[in-house]
């Protein structure tokens, strides 16, 4: 630096006092005086946090903004309760006593029609004479594994391949977007329909036993249709990040590119992963009721809504709790996974207009 | 204030040769056509001594900020040479670049954008200590340089949004210096500051120097700002230097039209000698530069020398003037470099806007 540091002096030969544009600026004059070292800027001009207001941390105000949002709270009991309940479902079998496969020929008349809701059986039996209180206790498992695995699957594979592709772009972006595209636009169900009825028809499965029927297949084929959307979300959301200066600062001290993808860009991304998730989790939950409600689910043996769903079809107008049950459980917590993504979505990006 | 631990001539930290960048535009979505290009950084040849600031100045889209981003090895040179510190790094690659990473180092203009919203101020100013796997206890390390740019240190685990945007610059700094870099490009480091607050970051930039022997390039609009601080002081336009020299001899002598317009264009109060060069026309796109001197079309001082507001001489439109000493020490690109008694005000004041846009397409067609 200049030996004398006499800031813009008022001796200075490009003029007098008014030697800079700023001279009337209060601060100004700080140049020659302002303590340089472990002074906290002047308050009033630019406080780092508001006086007496304890400074947040996106994850508190987050969490101020959720708890104030009643619907979501409301989802987020309901589906604290569905889990309670998919945990709880041998429990209710032991209480009542009636096994989720167990016939009683009580509960069906002479003509094998189903007996209605009573004191012991309280949401009525199946035309095979089940209880279908147990059945939907056990089917909630059923739905909330497919929808939260199925889902888990394809966030971890959109992720990663939307990264790479956003990040990396030239011909992988092409390879990996094209394939999204193709993927989103084979007609699903027929598809799914196709690979299920290959793969589930008999019990050793296809790809030489390789895929085998039952949960699984219906796991694999369901996020197999639904990572698109993750991978197509997160790389546009990257496209525009890795333009952002802190990527360049990033790379000036060294950073490499998994670093930069995995530790400077992927923490920008989780708002838009858990939002995108909640609300693929009730899509993948009626995926998979569709899938059992044609019969190409999971076993008959296991519980699953949309079987018993299916079940109903023929005979719902003189049995019409068969229907109604499972049809409200499965509608309920479609609607509460929706309004909880909503509701997240809402509380991460207050700005985000809808 | 260089110590030259060498000995001998001081060969300088950075010699910039013949750097050119240009940005490809292209057009087409699957076939990308390339339709041109811009210029954003014209055979910029420049050195920086060990321990000087040097100063860079320029109006908005002149090539600063690319300039910084080659400096700092962020974006690949189209043509011409780096050399840092005697080595050739220009197109240096993998553990080589690694190791020049942790000499040469960038403050950036927005504070706001150059801080990773979710990391920590730990995360951030410890970044650079992680990646080159320095040894040691991290937190100390990350809270001492906090002390040193007037952090404070109990702030380790906040988030850059609960600083202001001074903190944040604070923060930049830290991050920058935390290798122990030999040269700190800032590209506009007090640009997006308050004005009391630019005063503060620009004295922690000089203290620091002072402690760390350190280089500085220094980039910025604010010729008020360049003027406290540097050593000597460049000038761009339309990607080219135009005029280099130390600083007292560019602020009192300019020798370039352009610069002595940039100068009296500072407002500078109530003095007898105080009135504006005002320029005519708009800087032209870098996408397509004038033909000759890129400053000839709004160029007063080549219609002092042809005598009419409508003619420009010969060379000045046609050929492109090189950096030539005018005096030890001092450079300037023009044919005709200013001499006393020169009145660009008149002459600027004579060229009516027209003229300069005429001057423009002739020499852009
Ligand atoms: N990545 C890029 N791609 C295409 N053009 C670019 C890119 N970066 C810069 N440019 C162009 O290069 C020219 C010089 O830009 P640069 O950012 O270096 O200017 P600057 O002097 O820093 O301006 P400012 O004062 O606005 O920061 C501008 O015309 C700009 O549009
Ligand atoms: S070379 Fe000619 S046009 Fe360019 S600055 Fe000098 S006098 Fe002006
Ligand atoms: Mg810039």
Same mark, same amino acid.
């Given at each position: 630096?200049?030996?004398?540091?006499?800031?813009?002096?008022?001796?200075?030969?490009?003029?007098?006092?008014?030697?800079?544009?700023?001279?009337?600026?209060?601060?100004?004059?700080?140049?020659?005086?302002?303590?340089?070292?472990?002074?906290?800027?002047?308050?009033?001009?630019?406080?780092?946090?508001?006086?007496?207001?304890?400074?947040?941390?996106?994850?508190?105000?987050?969490?101020?903004?959720?708890?104030?949002?009643?619907?979501?709270?409301?989802?987020?009991?309901?589906?604290?309760?569905?889990?309670?309940?998919?945990?709880?479902?041998?429990?209710?079998?032991?209480?009542?006593?009636?096994?989720?496969?167990?016939?009683?020929?009580?509960?069906?008349?002479?003509?094998?029609?189903?007996?209605?809701?009573?004191?012991?059986?309280?949401?009525?039996?199946?035309?095979?004479?089940?209880?279908?209180?147990?059945?939907?206790?056990?089917?909630?498992?059923?739905?909330?594994?497919?929808?939260?695995?199925?889902?888990?699957?394809?966030?971890? $594979?959109?992720?990663?391949?939307?990264?790479?592709?956003?990040?990396?772009?030239?011909?992988?972006?092409?390879?990996?977007?094209?394939?999204?595209?193709?993927?989103?636009?084979?007609?699903?169900?027929?598809?799914? $329909?196709?690979?299920?009825?290959?793969?589930?028809?008999?019990?050793?499965?296809?790809?030489?036993?390789?895929?085998?029927?039952?949960?699984?297949?219906?796991?694999?084929?369901?996020?197999?249709?639904?990572?698109?959307?993750?991978?197509? $979300?997160?790389?546009?959301?990257?496209?525009?990040?890795?333009?952002?200066?802190?990527?360049?600062?990033?790379?000036?001290?060294?950073?490499?590119?998994?670093?930069?993808?995995?530790?400077?860009?992927?923490?920008?991304?989780?708002?838009?992963?858990?939002?995108?998730?909640?609300?693929?989790?009730?899509?993948?939950?009626?995926?998979?009721?569709?899938?059992?409600?044609?019969?190409?689910?999971?076993?008959?043996?296991?519980?699953?809504?949309?079987?018993?769903?299916?079940?109903?079809?023929?005979?719902?107008?003189?049995?019409?709790?068969?229907?109604?049950?499972?049809? $409200?459980?499965?509608?309920?917590?479609?609607?509460?996974?929706?309004?909880?993504?909503?509701?997240?979505?809402?509380?991460?990006?207050?700005?985000?207009?809808? | 204030?260089?110590?030259?631990?060498?000995?001998?001539?001081?060969?300088?930290?950075?010699?910039?040769?013949?750097?050119?960048?240009?940005?490809?535009?292209?057009?087409?979505?699957?076939?990308?056509?390339?339709?041109?290009?811009?210029?954003?950084?014209?055979?910029?040849?420049?050195?920086?001594?060990?321990?000087?600031?040097?100063?860079?100045?320029?109006?908005?889209?002149?090539?600063?900020?690319?300039?910084?981003?080659?400096?700092?090895?962020?974006?690949?040179?189209?043509?011409?040479?780096?050399?840092?510190?005697?080595?050739?790094?220009?197109?240096?690659?993998?553990?080589?670049?690694?190791?020049?990473?942790?000499?040469?180092?960038?403050?950036?203009?927005?504070?706001?954008?150059?801080?990773?919203?979710?990391?920590?101020?730990?995360?951030?100013?410890?970044?650079?200590?992680?990646?080159?796997?320095?040894?040691?206890?991290?937190?100390?390390?990350?809270?001492?340089?906090?002390?040193?740019?007037?952090?404070?240190?109990?702030?380790?685990?906040?988030?850059?949004?609960?600083?202001?945007?001074?903190?944040?610059?604070?923060?930049?700094?830290?991050?920058?210096?935390?290798?122990?870099?030999?040269?700190?490009?800032?590209?506009?480091?007090?640009?997006?500051?308050?004005?009391?607050?630019?005063?503060?970051?620009?004295?922690?930039?000089?203290?620091?120097?002072?402690?760390?022997?350190?280089?500085?390039?220094?980039?910025?609009?604010?010729?008020?700002?360049?003027?406290?601080?540097?050593?000597?002081?460049?000038?761009?336009?339309?990607?080219?230097?135009?005029?280099?020299?130390?600083?007292?001899?560019?602020?009192?002598?300019?020798?370039?039209?352009?610069?002595?317009?940039?100068?009296?264009?500072?407002?500078?109060?109530?003095?007898?000698?105080?009135?504006?060069?005002?320029?005519?026309?708009?800087? #032209?796109?870098?996408?397509?530069?004038?033909?000759?001197? #890129?400053?000839?079309?709004?160029?007063?001082?080549?219609?002092?020398?042809?005598?009419?507001?409508?003619?420009?001489?010969?060379?000045?439109?046609?050929?492109?003037?090189?950096?030539?000493?005018?005096?030890?020490?001092?450079?300037?690109?023009?044919?005709?470099?200013?001499?006393?008694?020169?009145?660009?005000?008149?002459?600027?004041?004579?060229?009516? #806007?027209?003229?300069?846009?005429?001057?423009?397409?002739?020499?852009?067609?």
């Amino acid at each position: 630096m200049t030996g004398h540091i006499r800031p813009f002096p008022p001796d200075d030969p490009r003029g007098g006092p008014h030697a800079h544009p700023c001279t009337h600026e209060p601060g100004r004059t700080a140049l020659t005086t302002a303590p340089v070292t472990g002074g906290e800027e002047p308050i009033g001009i630019e406080p780092a946090t508001v006086p007496g207001v304890q400074a947040r941390t996106p994850w508190q105000l987050f969490l101020m903004r959720f708890r104030r949002d009643r619907l979501a709270m409301a989802s987020l009991v309901f589906i604290g309760l569905l889990v309670v309940l998919a945990f709880a479902a041998p429990l209710i079998a032991g209480i009542s006593g009636h096994d989720p496969n167990q016939l009683f020929r009580q509960m069906t008349d002479d003509f094998g029609l189903p007996k209605g809701p009573n004191g012991s059986f309280w949401f009525g039996a199946d035309a095979s004479g089940r209880d279908v209180l147990v059945r939907i206790a056990y089917g909630t498992r059923v739905s909330l594994i497919v929808g939260v695995v199925a889902t888990s699957v394809a966030v971890v $594979i959109g992720v990663t391949l939307g990264l790479i592709a956003g990040y990396r772009g030239g011909i992988l972006d092409t390879l990996i977007s094209r394939t999204a595209d193709i993927v989103l636009s084979l007609p699903l169900l027929l598809f799914a $329909i196709g690979i299920v009825t290959a793969c589930g028809s008999s019990r050793e499965g296809c790809f030489g036993g390789a895929v085998k029927p039952g949960l699984m297949l219906v796991i694999i084929v369901i996020a197999l249709f639904s990572w698109p959307y993750v991978a197509k $979300i997160v790389r546009g959301a990257v496209l525009s990040l890795r333009e952002r200066e802190f990527v360049e600062a990033s790379r000036s001290v060294g950073a490499g590119d998994l670093t930069i993808m995995f530790r400077e860009i992927l923490p920008n991304l989780i708002s838009v992963i858990i939002v995108y998730a909640s609300l693929l989790v009730p899509q993948n939950i009626l995926f998979e009721a569709y899938l059992s409600f044609l019969g190409l689910g999971v076993p008959d043996s296991t519980p699953s809504w949309g079987r018993m769903i299916s079940d109903a079809s023929g005979i719902f107008d003189v049995a019409w709790w068969l229907m109604l049950f499972p049809g $409200i459980f499965l509608l309920l917590t479609v609607l509460a996974f929706n309004l909880l993504g909503d509701g997240l979505r809402d509380a991460l990006d207050p700005k985000a207009d809808r | 204030m260089s110590t030259d631990t060498r000995g001998g001539a001081a060969e300088p930290l950075v010699a910039v040769q013949d750097l050119v960048k240009r940005f490809p535009i292209t057009r087409g979505i699957i076939l990308q056509r390339q339709i041109g290009a811009v210029h954003a950084v014209e055979d910029l040849t420049l050195h920086i001594a060990r321990g000087e600031t040097l100063g860079l100045v320029g109006e908005s889209g002149c090539g600063k900020s690319t300039t910084a981003r080659l400096m700092a090895r962020l974006v690949e040179p189209t043509a011409g040479s780096i050399r840092f510190d005697g080595e050739d790094i220009t197109h240096l690659s993998g553990r080589a670049m690694q190791h020049v990473r942790r000499k040469v180092q960038i403050v950036f203009q927005d504070p706001y954008a150059s801080l990773n919203p979710r990391q920590s101020v730990g995360q951030i100013i410890g970044a650079p200590l992680r990646i080159h796997g320095i040894e040691g206890d991290r937190r100390r390390q990350v809270q001492d340089l906090m002390e040193q740019t007037g952090l404070n240190p109990e702030h380790y685990n906040r988030y850059p949004h609960e600083f202001s945007g001074g903190q944040r610059q604070r923060i930049g700094i830290a991050r920058a210096l935390a290798l122990r870099p030999s040269l700190i490009v800032c590209d506009e480091p007090v640009s997006a500051l308050d004005v009391s607050i630019q005063a503060q970051i620009v004295s922690l930039l000089t203290d620091l120097q002072k402690e760390h022997d350190l280089t500085y390039l220094f980039i910025s609009h604010d010729l008020g700002v360049v003027r406290h601080v540097s050593d000597r002081v460049a000038v761009m336009y339309l990607g080219r230097l135009v005029e280099l020299a130390d600083r007292d001899a560019l602020y009192e002598r300019p020798r370039h039209p352009y610069t002595a317009a940039l100068i009296s264009a500072v407002p500078q109060g109530t003095g007898a000698n105080r009135r504006r060069i005002v320029l005519q026309g708009d800087v #032209p796109s870098p996408a397509n530069p004038p033909s000759g001197c #890129p400053f000839h079309p709004r160029c007063p001082k080549a219609r002092i020398i042809s005598g009419d507001p409508a003619v420009v001489p010969e060379n000045c439109a046609t050929e492109m003037p090189s950096l030539t000493a005018v005096a030890p020490g001092h450079t300037a690109a023009c044919w005709y470099p200013l001499v006393p008694g020169d009145d660009l005000i008149a002459a600027a004041e004579g060229m009516a #806007p027209e003229v300069v846009e005429q001057a423009e397409e002739a020499a852009t067609a």
